[in-house]
């Protein structure tokens, strides 16, 4: 069984671009959660998503963060017009069910993002 | 708002003793879940240990444990007989209603031979 996957590792774009991080749940899953970790810093909770809903997104900047869990394929972070500031490694995080602290998320590798 | 604060940006241990990282929270809710992870120079997060505050007994796993302390709200890690690959960040969190979980900024463990 696979764990979490998320491609890429390490992404690298120019300020201005576009960035597209990939998240497929451990199979089974139908719960994600995207993380931001800061450089020296503990990760940061984005938002949390079922399939093809938002359930919080209070941790997601307003501008320029969006974030998806389609019906088919994986969840995707994405970032317009990326600045110096979102260089960060963001982690994605699936649970087979919600509702308690219980479930337990498990953690993929994490995408290192560097904005040049 | 959950808060998560560990005060202890860098410890070391010699191998083989033990070694006491330490937490602190801050919530309003009475049924919730606190975890600690490792997360190794690959990056990958790692749960090491969970405790239900509704338990009274401290969680264990192996050389790890907890001093779970609901009344203080202090959620310690004790690890015993401590091993290189023990070296590592460790992340103290919690987790309330429903899963989204809170973390702490972070303790650096390094393990000296």
Redesign the interface.
């Known amino acids: 069984n696979a764990g979490v996957m998320q491609n890429p590792r390490h992404l690298v774009r120019r300020r201005g671009q576009e960035a597209r991080l990939r998240c497929s749940p451990m199979k089974g899953h139908s719960?994600v959660?995207w993380?931001r970790q800061l450089p020296?810093?503990?990760?940061?909770?984005m938002v949390?998503l079922q399939k093809e809903n938002i359930?919080?997104e209070s941790?997601m900047p307003k501008e320029r963060f969006s974030a998806e869990f389609p019906k088919e394929g994986p969840s995707i972070l994405r970032i317009q017009q990326v600045v110096r500031g979102d260089s960060a490694?963001y982690?994605c995080?699936s649970?087979r069910q919600?509702?308690?602290?219980?479930?337990?998320?498990f953690?993929g590798?994490?995408t290192?993002l560097t904005v040049l | 708002a959950q808060t998560?604060t560990q005060s202890q940006p860098e410890m070391s241990v010699q191998e083989a003793e033990t070694v006491t990282l330490s937490c602190t929270y801050d919530t309003s809710e009475s049924?919730?879940?606190l975890f600690w992870y490792k997360q190794p120079p690959?990056?990958?997060?790692?749960?090491v240990i969970?405790q239900?505050a509704y338990k009274q007994q401290n969680a264990t796993e192996n050389r790890f444990s907890v001093n779970f302390q609901k009344a203080a709200k202090s959620f310690s890690l004790k690890i015993s007989d401590s091993q290189l690959g023990d070296a590592a960040m460790y992340?103290c969190a919690y987790?309330?209603?429903?899963?989204?979980?809170?973390?702490?900024?972070?303790t650096k463990l390094q393990v000296i031979p």
């Open positions: 719960h959660y993380y020296e810093e503990g990760l940061k909770f949390y359930i919080d941790g490694a982690f995080a649970s919600s509702g308690t602290g219980s479930d337990e998320q953690f590798p994490g290192r | 998560v049924d919730y879940y690959s990056r990958q997060m790692i749960l969970r239900e992340f987790s309330g209603g429903y899963q989204k979980v809170t973390f702490g900024i972070g």
